[in-house]
């Protein structure tokens, strides 16, 4: 259970990550930021980067091994690098009309799972 209440803890942060490094572009995109100042924009994504911290946090500690959790240090790390790519993917290509997938992005994706299953191997 540790390991799956990890697991969604972690898509939960990617999913505030995401919107906080990239949302303000769609914000500038439609005109809602396009006139705010650099300083005001890096203050709204902090703002929504400390919702992904509330997650991300809880997330490795529950998740890791010392604490009780099924996930060695090496093992959180890449799935959260997982996680991210895949939050990534979904919400720029529904944020961003323009984003498109390609051949070598799903080849680049299918690496990632092959270093999942390497960093599970005994």
């Known amino acids: 259970m540790r390991g799956i209440y990890t697991l969604l803890l972690l898509v ?3 999913v505030f ?7 303000h572009l769609k914000l500038q995109q439609v005109g809602i ?6 300083y005001l924009v890096i ?3 902090w703002s929504i980067a400390l919702l992904e ?3 991300q946090v809880p997330a490795n500690r529950v998740g890791f091994i010392d ?3 099924p996930f060695t240090l090496m093992q ?8 991210s790519l895949i939050v990534f993917t979904v919400l720029a290509t529904l944020m961003f009309r323009g984003e498109a997938l390609h ?3 799903l080849a680049a994706f299918a690496c990632l799972v092959a270093a999942v299953y390497f960093v599970f191997m005994e």
């Open 12 to 14: 939960c942060s990617n």
């Open 17 to 23: 990550m995401t919107v906080a490094w990239y949302g």
């Open 33 to 38: 930021s396009k006139n705010w100042p650099l």
């Open 43 to 45: 203050l709204f994504s």
């Open 53 to 55: 911290y509330a997650c």
């Open 67 to 69: 604490n009780g959790g």
């Open 76 to 83: 959180l790390k890449v799935i959260q690098e997982v996680i």
């Open 103 to 105: 051949w070598n992005h």
